[in-house]
């Protein structure tokens, strides 16, 4: 009964796993083809991470790059690294912070959203994690699909009578 019930679990969490990855990717692909424009930074610094984590305060800081960019001749400013629909800032010690921000250059390039242009980012985002993901869910399943198999097969052995191995 146990490897029934995992093998349904596993069936559901490999669900979620193939599912959120479908969603992802489709983000993940909206977000790459937003446009690109020449930015300029204009402060460098870190910050607290204001989302509650799990890691000791020593880890909570950010790094802080504001930039200005214009599209169509309006001047905007930004502030985020990673786009913030679909990551959270990465964060680690001060020093790390420290030098994630200097580590961007004066002029940069800067990703824009075109029906908002005010929405921006400076990092592409990577598809390595949804391809890890895509690969997952499936493991998931065929292992999720041997434990309901072998489950559902003790379970017929221990109720038919008489059988014996």
Do not use: C
């Not at 690109?36 to 402060?43: D, P, Q």
């Not at 679909?86 to 075109?114: G, K």
């Amino acid at each position: 009964m146990q490897s029934i019930i995992a093998g349904i679990f596993g069936l559901a969490m490999a669900s979620v796993i193939i599912w959120n990855s479908f969603v992802q990717w489709g983000n993940v692909s909206r977000l790459n083809s937003w446009k690109a424009t020449e930015g300029k930074v204009i402060e460098r610094g870190t910050f607290r991470v204001t989302h509650s984590t799990l890691s000791v305060s020593a880890f909570q800081h950010a790094p802080l790059v504001k930039y200005v960019y214009k599209v169509n001749g309006q001047e905007f400013t930004g502030d985020a690294i990673l786009p913030k629909h679909i990551q959270l800032p990465e964060h680690s010690t001060v020093e790390w912070a420290q030098a994630r921000a200097a580590s961007f250059p004066d002029d940069l390039t800067v990703y824009y959203n075109p029906e908002n242009p005010s929405d921006s980012f400076l990092v592409p985002v990577s598809r390595k994690t949804l391809y890890i993901m895509l690969i997952a869910g499936p493991v998931v399943v065929l292992f999720s699909l041997f434990l309901l198999i072998s489950g559902i097969g003790q379970t017929i052995k221990s109720a038919a009578p008489g059988v014996s191995e």
